[in-house]
């Protein structure tokens, strides 16, 4: 598998695959939004997460791919500085504001500085046409903030902390994402980064979820928590490790657009799901960002 997905780096087929895995981190990232937001603390679930999906990369990490190269270890601590940081700042977010609010401002703020990103590390440019793609995107997406700001029944009274919030864990996403696919590319094996980046990360959150869980006093039973943990745990390496791979395929910038289409899957799922309501003017917006999308991925 390995050796097949180093062959079409760069190539027709590694771009069509990596459209396809962008996408589908699309719609797992809305599905893993959604159950951190959902009836548990995103504290609680986001540590829960975060273990399953350590103890599932652990035997893989250790076992059944390479060992890391040793120049990746900076990196992975780079890494895990990023994401920890990152996952904080989204767990402070989720518990000041609607998911349907704060998911598009995070979501909305990342592309514009991956594009950056990727422009800085590895000299990534975008056409005006793919440009105005990303305008339409944007205006999609925070359009789609505002919106849920005006109309939505939301706790108004924490809303400018969480948007504050919501932006940084934006910049953050840029971050990781920029950074991830460098890490990726450094190592020969891509699966070797993926399963080491997984361990690595799943050893902090469950720390301050532990510390938080003991802290209350009504303590939530640890076996729905865990199951939406186990849920999470699959979700998130396939969702996360889908626009990894597709950052070493093709264009950081162009995975990086394209996965915000999750913004339109966020609130499908808060509609389906979560009982939040989406009408004419919401739908028109999420056609926004996903013709945005499109023009991006035409224009290159």
Same mark, same amino acid.
């Given at each position: 598998?390995?050796?097949?997905?180093?062959?079409?780096?760069?190539?027709?087929?590694?771009?069509?695959?990596?459209?396809?895995?962008?996408? $589908?981190? *699309? +719609?797992?990232?809305?599905?893993?939004?959604?159950?951190?937001?959902?009836?548990?603390?995103?504290?609680?679930?986001?540590?829960?997460?975060?273990?399953?999906?350590?103890?599932?990369?652990?035997?893989?990490?250790?076992?059944?791919?390479?060992?890391?190269?040793?120049?990746?270890?900076?990196?992975?601590?780079?890494?895990?500085?990023?994401?920890?940081?990152?996952?904080?700042?989204?767990? $402070?977010?989720?518990?000041?504001?609607?998911?349907?609010?704060?998911?598009?401002?995070?979501?909305?703020?990342?592309?514009?500085?991956?594009?950056?990103?990727?422009?800085?590390?590895?000299?990534?440019?975008?056409?005006?046409?793919?440009? $105005?793609?990303?305008?339409? +995107?944007?205006?999609?997406?925070?359009?789609?903030?505002?919106?849920?700001?005006?109309?939505?029944?939301?706790?108004?009274?924490?809303?400018?902390?969480?948007?504050?919030?919501?932006?940084?864990?934006?910049?953050?996403?840029?971050?990781?994402?920029?950074?991830?696919?460098?890490?990726?590319?450094?190592?020969?094996?891509?699966?070797?980064?993926?399963?080491?980046?997984? +361990?690595?990360?799943?050893?902090?959150?469950?720390?301050?979820?532990?510390?938080?869980?003991?802290? $209350?006093?009504?303590?939530?039973?640890?076996?729905?928590?865990?199951?939406?943990?186990?849920?999470?745990?699959?979700?998130?390496?396939?969702?996360?490790?889908?626009?990894?791979?597709?950052?070493?395929?093709?264009?950081?910038?162009?995975?990086?657009?394209?996965?915000?289409?999750?913004?339109?899957?966020?609130?499908?799922?808060?509609?389906?799901?979560?009982?939040?309501?989406?009408?004419?003017?919401?739908?028109?917006?999420?056609? +926004?960002? *996903?013709?945005?999308?499109?023009?991006?991925?035409?224009?290159?």
């Amino acid at each position: 598998m390995s050796d097949w997905l180093i062959s079409i780096e760069g190539t027709a087929s590694g771009q069509q695959l990596a459209l396809a895995l962008a996408l $589908m981190a *699309a +719609l797992l990232h809305a599905v893993f939004g959604a159950i951190q937001k959902g009836r548990h603390d995103p504290w609680l679930t986001r540590g829960a997460v975060d273990f399953s999906y350590a103890a599932l990369a652990a035997p893989i990490a250790l076992f059944l791919v390479p060992w890391p190269e040793p120049h990746m270890w900076i990196i992975f601590a780079a890494v895990w500085a990023i994401h920890t940081v990152y996952k904080i700042l989204q767990a $402070m977010a989720y518990s000041r504001g609607a998911f349907t609010v704060v998911y598009p401002v995070v979501r909305g703020t990342g592309p514009l500085f991956a594009v950056i990103g990727a422009y800085l590390l590895f000299g990534e440019t975008f056409n005006l046409v793919q440009w $105005m793609g990303v305008a339409v +995107l944007l205006s999609g997406i925070f359009g789609l903030a505002i919106y849920n700001l005006i109309f939505l029944d939301v706790a108004r009274d924490t809303l400018p902390a969480a948007l504050t919030l919501a932006v940084m864990t934006g910049l953050l996403v840029a971050a990781y994402t920029t950074f991830d696919a460098y890490g990726i590319r450094e190592t020969a094996d891509p699966f070797t980064f993926l399963a080491w980046f997984f +361990l690595i990360d799943g050893l902090s959150m469950p720390v301050i979820a532990a510390i938080r869980w003991r802290r $209350m006093e009504a303590r939530p039973d640890l076996g729905p928590l865990m199951l939406r943990g186990a849920i999470g745990g699959i979700i998130a390496p396939l969702s996360f490790g889908a626009i990894m791979l597709a950052t070493r395929l093709d264009s950081v910038g162009e995975a990086a657009v394209l996965r915000e289409t999750s913004a339109v899957f966020a609130a499908l799922i808060g509609w389906l799901f979560l009982g939040e309501t989406v009408g004419p003017r919401r739908t028109a917006l999420m056609a +926004l960002i *996903a013709a945005g999308a499109v023009i991006v991925e035409v224009g290159g």
